[in-house]
């Protein structure tokens, strides 16, 4: 299995990369956190997750383990394919969403396309236990992101250009930080 890439991004589309190592292109779906880096004729590393089935072997690339290790619990619950699992990805920080998970927070998973409520529970319940040793509890997981993300996707804006934002708004209350999500969506 292939555990780490590194190379050249040959070329990039809206779902996937090509990295070349040593004359030999692999087809990589990264994260969104990774893709928000991707250039071409840059170098890049991923830690990669393999995902093989009858019809395909599929490499999905993270900047890091810890994000490596998150999407492979996610899939790891039963109706969470790969795709779902990098769509959660795009919704928040790795800890964003552990704490979410945590503190049972579904509404924060719904968001993502083809997660549904049942689906949300389902990976809240199957998660929790596995995720209780590795988050402090005593943080609680407030919707105000999730209300920020609900405000932006009504005004038509997807949640591949809403997270990069997110990360940039800085503290404040949910209408501060729609204001200054805005301001920096409007670039």
């Known amino acids: 299995m292939i555990g780490y890439l590194e190379g050249r991004v040959l070329s990039f589309d809206e779902k996937s990369c090509i990295v070349v190592t040593h004359g030999v292109g692999y087809k990589v779906f990264p994260s969104p956190n990774a893709y928000s880096s ?3 004729g840059k170098d890049v590393s991923f830690f990669i997750h393999t995902v093989v089935r009858q019809d ?17 619990e996610l899939t790891s619950v ?8 990098l769509g959660i990805l795009g919704l928040g920080s790795v800890k964003d969403l552990r704490t ?8 924060y998973l719904t968001k993502v ?17 596995k995720l209780a040793h590795e988050i402090d509890t005593t943080l609680t ?25 997110l990360q940039q708004v800085g503290d404040g209350n949910t209408s501060d930080k729609i204001k200054a999500a805005l301001k920096l969506l409007a670039r």
């Open 100 to 107: 979410a998970i945590a503190n049972n927070d579904v509404h």
């Open 38 to 40: 991707l250039a071409q």
């Open 78 to 85: 039963s109706g969470v394919g790969p795709r779902s699992a």
């Open 141 to 165: 997981h407030t919707s105000e992101h999730s209300d920020v993300i609900d405000a932006l996707t009504s005004l038509g804006y997807t949640l591949s250009e809403i997270r990069p934002v």
């Open 113 to 129: 396309s083809g997660i549904g409520k049942k689906t949300a529970e389902k990976i809240v319940v199957e998660l929790k236990d």
């Open 56 to 72: 395909a072997f599929e490499l999905f690339g993270f900047p890091s383990q810890d994000e490596e290790r998150f999407f492979s």
